[in-house]
């Protein structure tokens, strides 16, 4: 083998790049993202009355499309009310609506999108809820 | 199976239409059944252009007009920077006569009138220049209302409506507003701005969209109904011949700024 030294060098070098984040992070796999939905606004609603504008698998796979839908509409068409499938109606509004039942930030939209490293701008001009400390 | 080009070209060609068909047909469904939940808020207040006139003898001293700009200022969480004018962000401001209504200078005009802090805001023109230079159609004018609008998630901080502009009614965020707004006294319902977009008045858009008139005028008939004056500011439609808006231009005298542009300001001034 030509150079036979400098391509095993590289070679374990190379090796011991790609296996270093397993080695880091020990083996173990990530804790699994769990968002928190008790928050003392959703706890005081009758247990009946505990649900979301849509269900929850909608929500949880269409929620970034839902957000972008509600801000065009209110914001370019002026339109405001949301009629969900329940026949329920809600004020589009992010900051009026969605975080005054979900007024856990951290503990709900920022666990899946650490997670999924995702990193949406909506709190560089929305106002988050204040969190109280549990 | 052999095929020649002629057979080839053939069946590309139907499966492409077929193809496109398919797909816009999908779409209009989609569009359809997402159209259909929904509706404007039964208790927002409509027009076909919203306009505003300001009666100028009821802005006499500097506190009169205070009153209105703090009233803005503090629902849309309009950050007071101090330390360099050119960062200040202004959605209602006060201006000389001269700045104001330029082209219109006269040496001898009375004193009052030369040194009258004059109250400004976007004009919500008819033909508004900010939109035919925007590149993303940010800023927009609403068809429904006639409002120009900004939509904050979509400007990339050009700053041609800045130079569009012959008011000057918009600003520019050179820094992140969020230090320069106090936390206490913030309004939680309404988001602020970051660093790199242009803001300006929106009308109140979203009091509007709740039935509510916009803040500075809810001010303003606050004062006067203290004074038991009229207010100073009168909001309305300007294309229904029954508003107060329209009402007022029937019976007195009043000017606009730069109508001269071409560009159909919807805010009155009586002098």
Known sequence: MYNGAKIII??????????????????????????KVDTPEILQLPENERKCVESKEYMKKEHMKMLNEWRDWVVRDGVTVYVSTSGKEYNMSLQNTCMKCHSNKEKFCDECHNYTAVNPYCWDCHIKPKEKES | MSMDRREFIKIAGISSLLGLGGVSGVGAIKGRVEASQIKKSPEALQAKRWAMVVDMSKFKTEEDYQVCIDACHRVHNVPHITDNPKHEIKWLW???????????????????????????????????????????????????????????????????????????????????????????????????????????????????????????????????????TTPGLVFGDLEDPNSEVRKILSERFTIRRKPDLGTGPSVYYII
């Open chain 2, 94 to 228: 006060p201006d000389t006569y001269e700045h104001s209504f330029p082209g219109n200078e006269d040496e001898y005009r009375a004193d009052k009138y030369q040194h009258m802090p004059f109250l400004l805001l976007c004009n919500h023109c008819d033909n508004p220049p900010c939109v035919r230079v925007c590149p993303t159609q940010a800023t927009f004018k609403r068809k429904s209302d006639g409002i120009v609008m900004m939509d904050m998630h979509r400007c990339i901080g050009c700053r041609f409506c800045m130079a569009g502009c012959p008011y000057g009614a918009r600003s520019f965020n050179y820094k992140d507003p969020r230090p320069y707004i106090d936390e206490s006294t913030q309004n939680p319902e309404f988001p602020t701005r970051m660093k790199g977009v242009v803001e300006k008045c929106t009308f109140c858009y979203e009091r509007l969209a709740h039935g509510l008139e916009p803040a500075c005028v809810e001010a303003a008939k606050e004062v006067a109904a203290k004074k038991g």
């Open chain 1, 10 to 35: 590289g070679l374990i070098i190379f090796l011991g790049l790609v296996i270093f984040p397993f080695i880091y992070s020990g083996g173990k796999a990530t804790a699994k993202p769990d968002p």
